[in-house]
């Protein structure tokens, strides 16, 4: 089964950033979507980035675009969100998630435990 283990959360300023990774474990990433999602107390999780297999397509969800960006490093088999401006309406916990399939028209299949980001002065 593939693992995934996301890492680099913590406490920043607003306006700070902070580079998230979600690492795979056991399988190769190579041939799935991966979408970042992240949830908030009392709100639902919303999906704010996604990635196809290959690299060559993104979709960021309005609140995140223009100041995350989503990237991959299959030789790497790790997946990253660079989050810039942030705000403390960012604060959540942060999850990656492999796709079910290369695209990102798909669900989520296999979830990392999350990592908690606070955005906080």
């Known amino acids: 089964q593939l693992q995934l283990v996301e890492s680099g959360g913590g406490l920043v300023q607003p306006g700070g950033s902070l580079r998230l990774s979600c690492a795979a474990s056991?399988?190769?990433?190579?041939?799935?979507?991966i979408g970042w999602f992240r949830q908030a107390p009392g709100k639902e999780r919303e999906r704010i980035s996604c990635?196809?297999?290959?690299?060559?397509?993104?979709n960021y969800a309005n609140s995140v675009k223009g100041r995350f960006t989503i990237s991959r490093d299959n030789a790497k088999n790790t997946v990253y969100l660079q989050m810039n401006s942030l705000k403390p309406e960012d604060t959540a916990v942060y999850y990656c998630?492999?796709?079910?399939?290369?695209?990102?028209?798909?669900?989520?299949?296999?979830w990392g435990q999350g990592t908690q980001v606070t955005v906080s002065s």
């Open positions: 998630a492999a796709l079910r399939g290369r695209l990102c028209n798909s669900g989520p299949d296999y």
């Open positions: 056991v399988f190769s990433l190579d041939y799935y979507a």
């Open positions: 990635i196809s297999s290959g690299g060559g397509s993104t």
